[in-house]
Every structure is written in structure tokens, then in C-alpha cells.
């Protein structure tokens, strides 16, 4: 392993050089404030995001603990550094959400899930989140493709004066076991070419103490004790390269990214049971480009290309307490999973006149799944899927009016072996979106929009053994949404800066995929039974102020959600119809406060989840999971030494270390200490 990495640093480091191209750095992407609201007028759609000195100073691990600050989302947190971290937007399931990374989605055929904890903040420069998509039509396909789509945009190379290399070493430490070193370096190979290589490095056992309560149906006490979470260790390696650049009227770029990590998987606290066997060991890595070329002023092209390979292995093992260790017993399975992806997009975007545009888009990608199944006779199916999507999008701009829509078309084919039956989709799917400023001299924009999508069913859903179905339909989902934004003009009301934005939404979605029981709990099968309506509200108020050296910025979010269950099984309404589905809050919000003076600044910041059931069938007291929140802080001081930078930070975690849970026995940590020193050369 340790050669490997070595061999892997080495043509990380090498990679961009052997492309060719110029460029030259954008410095007009260097974000000093803090954006958490919806921009002007062209964004019809509502959008939010974080960005800059808030993002930089947010005491945040990862992209998931972000997330969490944006209205309308629910991250799925399995506990722990090891656990898996998914987000959900509006209640519409993980599946709906389109995750983008530097222009180009992450995907997972096999399980349609992405771990967002596998994404540092590090070198990110802003997260953002569409409701519906985004407000532009020079995108691909794939942009078109989800009912919710969250972007991470990495930093690029940013040169001040003569400067022709930037380098950025970071140390931090928790006062739980946890290390993490990393560096970014940044070089400009010429007026037009840049490049940055980063990699970071993530050590941790993952002990935390937590409290373990639980009651009877007749309200008594059935456990109440304290504890120490285990197997929630990793041991974590990232690396990124990027080069950057332009040529005559087209910008490029290229990137390589490699992720490792073993980590304990950790399991749910049932029956008094406090470890678990379970292993999980990753490597991911992807390649992608991207070209964007001006032919004249009404015709513009756009390119994007990718290859990912991603390998999971995967170990579920009986453990039992002897004397106080941990003894494992014999393996209940032992998996190794191998995905190839290939996608390619094009972009046209034509100008018909100043305030008419037409764009047509098309995706080819190509993902295959290979298996090693210890243990399991049944033969697997070694899926492969084709994906083409063709977009042809409209944008009329006319006063006050915008108008956005477009047509997207999917065409699925597959190919399996064994025990399957291929389903081949072909589907059509319109989204229209509308804007409105009434007020000329006033920054009040009202819109609307209507989108209907669907998902296709995951490999997992398809052919997982004693689980899929080859018979399953897509799910199919309708949104609606309206709204508007106002940002009060500047100097009234005490503060510099106000906005203030609010949403009202409807989902409906039809043939949802649920898992079903057979003849025996063991066996399961995916079945298209399900629908869910829902229906909330959103609100994101940003507000700033100066005074003299000092700068606030505060953003506060509300959501109001409500999801419900209306399947039935053999025409018959389930016990569970019209419950709100699990783990969906009526109430929820956050808020973050930012106070900078001078070379101090200081950060607070908190969330707030209400009551929910949990994923036991029906809402019923048993069923109840209690509203929890968190409180964190943090401080941070900057010096100068020289031509040096150095950065300072103390935050802290969960401030009242409140005992909680995302999801029902999963205990998440109390409260912990972060430290980060970092120096700039």
C-alpha cells in the first residue's frame, strides 16, 4: 500500500503537465463575503448557497455538516467519521438529488447514493443548492436530470502581484483521537496555464462517549446508560490535481481525483449491543474535463468527458464482548464491488435575438457493475447500462418576464447475465420555470415553476440478489413550487444588506420503490407501490452590517414540511397511509452569525430538527424520535509574519452536548474540541 500511494502521489503530481493547453486565472472568482440567499433576477429557480469567509470559518467536518444549513435539506447521518452521510431534499429521497462536482455529477449506479462525507471543505469555494435546476440553459443534459441539484465548485488558482506559487499546510486535531494533515499547492506554469494539487490525510479510532436511553411502551425505562461508540474509525486519503486555464474565447479545465479509506461501518445500538463487525474499504477515483468555447456572439459550444472507477469492499461479521474485547466470529458476508462509468456531454447554445436563446444538450454514459460474492451461490448479473439523454431548452427574457423551459428525453438500455431480464426505458419529461420583477425601481422577483422527473431503479434495486426486481418501473415525480425574493435596498432598516426569500412547494410522487416482505423477513423484493405528497415552506433570511471595522453577517433559515404516505399494497391501504414518512420533521431551521474585526473573527452557528418518527412503519409514540439541536462555535486569528500567513482556530462542537441522534440508534458525538493551525507561504 504504501509503494501504491507512492506511485499515486507521482502521477497526480505529473498528470496535468501531460495535458495541453493555455489558460490564464480568473481572479474575479476570489469570494471575500459571505452569499446565503437567493442572487438577482436571472436565477428564476430558487437557489442557496455558501460561499467565502462564512464556508472557510463554518465549523463544519464535511460537505455533508454544510449541507445542513440550507433550508428544505435533511442529511442522513449514520454516525461518526465512518458512517454514511446522504442528503435529501424536500423529503423527495436521496435518489432525486443531483450532486455535481465541479460541473459534473457524481454518480452510483449500483445504489444511486453518494457519501457527501467523503468530500473535504477544504478546497471548496462554494456550495450551492437548486431547487428544480439551475436558472441557465447552457448546461448538459445531465444538469436537466434531477428534481433537486446541489453543486460543489472547487477553488482555482488565484496569483496577487508577481506571485507564481501559492502553498496552504493545514494541521487539525479534535480532542477525540482524530488527526488530519493537508496541503494545497497552487503554481502558475504561465500567463495562460495554472495548476493545483492538494491531498489530505484522516486518521481517527472514532470513540465517542454517548448516552443510550430508551422506554417501554408504557413510558418506563427500558435502557439508560452511558457508553462508547465503536467501529466508527477511518483511515482516509484524498488527492486532487487540477489544471486550469483559457484560450481565444473558451475556458478549460482538468481534473484528477483519487479517494482511499478503510473505516468501520458502524451499526445501530439495538438490544443492548454496543459493537458491530461490520468493514467497509473504498477507493474512487475519477478523471474529467471540461471545454466552453465562444464561436461568435449568438453560437456557443460547451464539452464535458469523465471515467470513474470505484471499488467497494464490504465485510459484515458476528461480534461478541469476551472479558471487554471485541471477538469476531464468522463472516455473514464478504463483498467486493467493482463500477466503471464513462460519460460524455455536449452542449449548443444558439442566440435567436438578444432576449431569445435555444440550447440543445446531449449525454452518452455508460456505467457496468462487476462482483466477488463470497459465501452467496446465487449468480450475480454483472449489469451494464446505456444512458443517452437529449435536452432541448428555451430562455425568453422580455421587461420584467423570464421564461425557462425545456424538454428532456432518456433513453436506457441494458445488458445483464444469469437470472435477469434487462429493462429497456424510454422517457419524455418537460419542466416549465417563470419570473417576474412587478417593480422596476424595487428588487422584488416573484417565480414559479413546475418540473416532472423521474429515477431510474438502481442496480441494487434491480438485481441485488434475494432483493431486486428486473420488473420495476421508474419512479415518477412531480414539483411544483412558488415564491419570490427581496433584497431591500442598502442603508435601510439599520442594516447594509436584506434579503429575504420564501418558498411554497407541493411534490407528488408515484410508483415509488419500496421494499416489501415475502414469505420470510430475510427475503425481501423491490415493488412499485408507493406514493408520497408533500408540501412546505421555506424561508432564508440574510441580513449584514458594518460598523466602523466590524462586519455581521447573519443567516437564518426556516422549513416547515409535510410528507405523507399514501401507498397501498394489492389495492388496500397500509397502516402506515397518510403517516408522515420517517424521518421528516414538521419544524426545522438553522442560523449562522459571523462577526470579523480585524484579524479576529468569530463564528456561531446552529441547527434545529423537530420531532419525527423514525423508520418503524407507523407514527405512533414508540415510533417517536425526540427533536434534537446543536450549538457551535468558533474563533479564529490571523498573523502576519513577513511573506507569511498563519491562521489559528478553536471551535467547538456541539457546544451543550446534547445527546441525539439523525437517525433512530445512531448516536451522534457530544461535545468536542477542534483545533486548526494553518500557514500560508
Known amino acids: ?90 423529503n423527495m429521497g436521496t435518489h432525486h438529488v443531483g450532486v455535481f462536482y465541479d460541473g459534473i455529477q457524481l454518480g452510483n449506479a449500483q445504489n444511486g447514493v453518494t457519501d457527501l462525507g467523503k468530500y473535504s471543505l477544504d478546497d471548496m469555494e462554494s456550495l450551492t443548492m437548486y431547487n428544480g ?10 444538469d436537466f436530470a434531477s428534481a433537486s441539484a446541489i453543486y460543489m465548485k472547487t477553488k482555482r488558482p488565484v496569483f496577487v502581484g508577481n506571485k507564481k506559487s501559492n502553498l496552504l499546510v493545514r494541521y487539525k486535531t479534535m480532542s477525540i483521537n482524530y488527526h488530519d494533515p493537508s496541503f494545497r ?43 462508547t461508540r465503536w467501529n466508527s474509525d477511518i483511515e482516509a486519503l484524498r488527492f486532487e490535481s487540477g489544471l486550469y486555464g483559457k484560450l481565444n474565447n473558451a475556458s478549460w479545465d482538468a ?34 474535463a471540461y471545454l466552453s468555447k465562444d464561436v461568435s456572439e449568438k453560437y456557443k459550444f460547451q464539452l464535458k468527458a469523465k471515467y470513474a472507477y470505484d471499488y467497494t469492499h464490504y465485510i459484515a461479521r458476528d461480534t461478541t464482548k469476551v472479558l471487554g474485547e471485541t471477538v469476531t466470529e464468522g463472516a455473514q458476508s464478504d463483498d467486493s464491488y467493482f463500477q466503471h462509468e464513462a460519460y460524455f456531454s455536449a452542449v449548443n447554445m444558439y442566440s435567436i435575438s438578444s432576449i431569445w436563446d435555444v ?5 452518452f454514459q455508460y456505467n457496468r457493475l462487476n462482483a466477488t460474492r463470497r459465501g452467496i451461490k446465487t449468480q450475480f448479473s454483472f449489469p451494464q447500462r446505456y444512458t443517452a439523454l437529449v435536452s432541448l ?34 422517457e419524455m419529461t418537460p419542466a416549465l420555470f417563470l419570473g417576474y420583477t412587478p417593480f422596476k425601481k424595487y428588487d422584488f422577483n416573484l ?16 438485481y441485488y440478489t434475494m432483493v431486486g426486481s428486473s420488473t420495476l418501473q421508474p419512479e415518477y415525480m412531480n414539483q411544483y413550487d412558488i ?93 402506515s397511509y397518510g403517516d408522515q414518512i420517517p424521518y421528516t420533521p414538521w419544524h426545522s431551521g438553522s442560523g449562522i452569525l459571523n462577526a470579523g474585526y480585524e484579524s479576529w473573527n468569530f463564528n456561531y452557528s446552529f441547527i434545529y430538527v423537530g420531532k419525527r418518527y423514525n423508520g418503524n412503519v407507523n407514527n405512533i409514540k414508540v415510533n417517536e424520535v425526540q427533536p434534537w439541536y446543536t450549538h457551535d462555535l468558533a474563533l479564529q486569528k490571523s498573523f502576519t509574519f513577513k511573506n507569511y500567513k498563519l491562521n489559528g482556530t478553536v471551535e467547538v462542537n456541539n457546544a451543550f452536548n446534547q445527546q441525539y441522534e439523525v437517525i433512530y440508534n445512531y448516536p451522534m458525538p457530544g461535545r468536542t474540541f477542534k483545533f486548526i493551525i494553518s500557514i500560508a507561504l
Open 133 to 142: 435546476q439551475k436558472s441557465e440553459i447552457f448546461q448538459s443534459a445531465k
Open 255 to 288: 481534473k484528477v481525483y483519487y479517494y482511499d479509506s478503510k473505516r468501520g461501518a458502524p451499526g445501530a445500538i439495538v438490544e443492548n449491543k454496543f459493537s458491530d463487525g461490520f468493514r467497509q474499504y473504498d477507493k474512487n477515483f475519477f478523471t474529467q
Open 483 to 575: 415564491g419570490f425574493t427581496y433584497n431591500i435596498p442598502t442603508g435601510k432598516y439599520f442594516f447594509d444588506k436584506l434579503s429575504i426569500q420564501a418558498d411554497v412547494y407541493y411534490t407528488n410522487t408515484k410508483d415509488k420503490i419500496v421494499a416489501a416482505p415475502t414469505g420470510n423477513l430475510f427475503r425481501w423484493m423491490m415493488t412499485n407501490m408507493g406514493q408520497v405528497k408533500g408540501k412546505g415552506i421555506e424561508t432564508v433570511l440574510n441580513f449584514g452590517k458594518n460598523i466602523n471595522q466590524l462586519n455581521l453577517t447573519a443567516n437564518l433559515t426556516y422549513t416547515y414540511s409535510q410528507s405523507q404516505d399514501y401507498t397501498k399494497f394489492a389495492g388496500l391501504e397500509l397502516s
Open 359 to 363: 440550447s440543445l444538450s446531449t449525454d
Open 447 to 462: 417565480r414559479a415553476f413546475a418540473k416532472r422527473i423521474f429515477r431510474m431503479p438502481t442496480f441494487n434495486d434491480l
Open 1 to 90: 500500500m504504501y509503494h501504491f500511494r507512492k506511485t499515486l502521489l507521482a502521477f497526480v503530481l505529473l498528470f496535468p503537465f501531460l495535458l495541453h493547453s493555455q489558460v490564464v486565472t480568473d481572479s474575479s472568482r476570489v469570494l471575500k463575503e459571505v452569499v446565503l440567499n437567493t442572487k438577482p433576477y436571472q436565477e428564476v429557480i430558487p437557489v442557496q448557497s455558501l460561499s467565502g469567509v462564512l464556508l472557510e470559518n463554518l465549523a463544519s467536518h464535511n460537505v455533508a455538516d454544510a449541507l445542513r444549513y440550507f433550508a428544505g435539506t435533511q442529511i442522513k447521518d449514520y454516525g461518526g467519521f465512518g458512517g454514511l452521510k446522504t442528503v435529501d431534499v424536500r
Open 185 to 227: 499547492w497552487e503554481q502558475k506554469l504561465s500567463d495562460k496555464v495554472s495548476i493545483s494539487v492538494s491531498s489530505e490525510y484522516i486518521k481517527s479510532n472514532g470513540q465517542y462517549k454517548f448516552r443510550y436511553k430508551r422506554k417501554n411502551q408504557d413510558g418506563s425505562v427500558a435502557y439508560d446508560t452511558t457508553a
Open 393 to 426: 431548452a428555451t430562455s425568453y427574457r422580455y421587461e420584467g418576464f423570464k421564461v425557462l423551459g425545456n424538454v428532456l428525453v432518456t433513453r436506457v438500455i441494458e445488458e445483464v447475465e444469469y437470472n435477469a431480464k434487462a429493462p429497456n426505458k424510454t
